[in-house]
């Protein structure tokens, strides 16, 4: 029989499409859980759950360190967020895929399946890798057959597929933050239930002091956390706890998605909010007007690119060297107050600020302020032109 290597999690979707796979493509089901640090417990469901299906071959690939290094790291330095959503899923998606390919290569695999609906951006993002990447057939049986996500309980039902039965919702996690869907917060006029965050406190249960915490920086990577160094995945763990306990962190949002929809999206990502507020309030002091005007157009391309599952093309490649060159000078420390849900910078400095304490004083001597009297003249002559024929 021929083989297919499945993305899998172990969720509703990929356990029923294993079934599917053998039953109604006639394929031998390897299936592959990449871990991007949805945790422990997910990690170990995927490879119970695979087993109790009868897949004949499980990989579970720990591509944590890549994923915070090659992935998230850029996100960071590109102070890359679509709508306000810091793109957690949108940035593993490419990683994952790469992944697989590799597992389809170990094992002479004709093809690669993965068990995204055909609603959603994830199939656009896995697929565009894989069409890139390699020649392998994509087959996506969910879509393929046009599921309801109540056909699909149906079919595990009648399967006998082993099914965690608690979850009402979708969700996806890995270390950069968690998705939730589905379920009542499809509609916008529900509010959010309490119960489904899980890294954040509401802003009523959140800490009732302040909290200060600094981060440091290097090259636009943060490196410290309360001046303790650590390697990037556990410095993001360590800012999703402080946030996430000041009730930093939660994004309710209308999203528009690849193929049109709007749809309501929440997010827990309050170590992506905390080191995104500490990393631009460090390029405020650091980057230059221009620089930072041409930034900000380059951040929201650069999200833009990311969530459109455009990881492969060669302007976000482009993107990545412009915002590294100007990452040379990001190094430096912030220290932020968190409380009840804000973040604000309290204070920053950096050898490479822009910044002159001299200069800007109201008490300078040395600079003479006459001096400005004549550039002011020419500043702004052609509206000063236009205006007196105005007049
Ligand atoms: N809407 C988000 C995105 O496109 C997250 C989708 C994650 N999937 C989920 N099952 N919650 O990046």
Redesign the pocket.
């Known amino acids: 029989m021929e083989k297919v290597v499945l993305a899998f999690s172990g969720g509703l979707d990929t356990t029923v499409c294993v079934k599917l796979l053998e039953e109604e493509y006639n394929l031998e089901v390897i299936t592959a859980c990449v871990d991007v640090g949805q945790g422990e417990e997910e990690i170990k469901k995927a490879e119970k759950v695979s087993k109790e299906i009868g897949s004949s071959k499980h990989y579970t690939i720990d591509a944590r360190d890549e994923f915070a290094n090659d992935y998230i790291s850029r996100g960071i330095k590109a102070n890359a967020e679509y709508e306000g959503y810091p793109?957690s899923?949108?940035l593993a998606r490419p990683l994952i895929a790469q992944k697989i390919i590799e597992v389809a290569d170990k094992e002479n695999a004709v093809a690669i399946a993965h068990g995204c609906t055909g609603k959603?951006?994830?199939q656009f993002r896995f697929e565009a890798v894989i069409l890139a990447m390699s020649d392998y057939q994509i087959i996506a049986p969910i879509r393929d057959l046009n599921l309801t996500r109540t056909e699909e309980q149906e079919y595990a039902r009648k399967h006998g597929l082993p099914l965690s039965s608690d979850k009402t919702y979708?969700?996806?996690e890995n270390i950069w933050g968690r998705?939730?869907?589905g379920d009542l917060l499809e509609d916008p006029k529900n509010e959010a239930p309490e119960e489904i965050y899980a890294w954040t406190s509401s802003w009523e249960d959140a800490k009732d002091t302040p909290q200060k915490v600094a981060i440091e920086f290097e090259e636009g990577i943060p490196i410290a956390i309360n001046g303790e160094m650590m390697g990037l995945i556990d410095l993001i763990g360590e800012s999703n706890k402080i946030a996430g306990e000041n009730g930093v962190g939660r994004v309710d949002m209308i999203?528009n998605?690849i193929i049109g929809l709007k749809s309501r999206?929440i997010y827990e990502v309050p170590g992506a909010k905390l080191l995104l507020a500490a990393h631009k309030a460090l390029e405020e002091l650091v980057l230059t007007t221009d620089e930072i005007r041409f930034k900000e157009y380059m951040s929201t391309l650069y999200a833009d690119l990311v969530?459109r599952a455009m990881w492969q093309e060669p302007l976000r490649e482009d993107l990545d060297q412009a915002i590294d060159q100007m990452q040379r000078r990001v190094s430096g420390k912030v220290v932020l107050k968190l409380f009840k849900g804000s973040i604000a910078p309290l204070t920053r400095e950096s050898d490479f600020s822009l910044h002159d304490i001299e200069e800007i004083s109201f008490e300078d001597k040395e600079t003479d302020q006459r001096e400005v009297e004549g550039m002011i003249k020419h500043h702004a002559l052609q509206a000063a032109k236009y205006q007196k024929l105005n007049r």
């Open positions: 793109l899923t949108a959603g951006n994830d979708s969700i996806d998705s939730i869907e999203e998605r999206e969530y």
